[in-house]
């Protein structure tokens, strides 16, 4: 796990985008797989997922790194 957390430490916007890319390839596949929608449609549906993602992914890591930083450990 520490081997993980060094790595993203160290690669924090090749991170970020991978996690943006994967969150757009998975909601692709699957409005492909659920809904009727038009290709422009499910590209604009599959863009707001990979950001809320992405904010999410984010908004974890600034938490994450305030607690750590400021030793507040349970």
Do not use: C, F
């Given at each position: ?13 090749s ?18 797989a ?17 950001q809320?993602?992405?904010l999410?992914v ?17």
């Amino acid at each position: 796990m520490e081997s993980l957390q060094s790595w993203v430490s160290e690669h924090k916007l090749s991170s970020i985008g991978t996690v943006w890319a994967t969150a757009v390839g998975a909601s692709l596949a699957y409005s492909r797989a659920t809904t009727p929608l038009k290709p422009s449609l499910r590209l604009i549906h599959a863009r707001m997922h990979a950001q809320a993602l992405t904010l999410a992914v984010l908004s974890g890591a600034a938490v994450y790194h305030y607690y750590d930083k400021n030793g507040n450990h349970n």
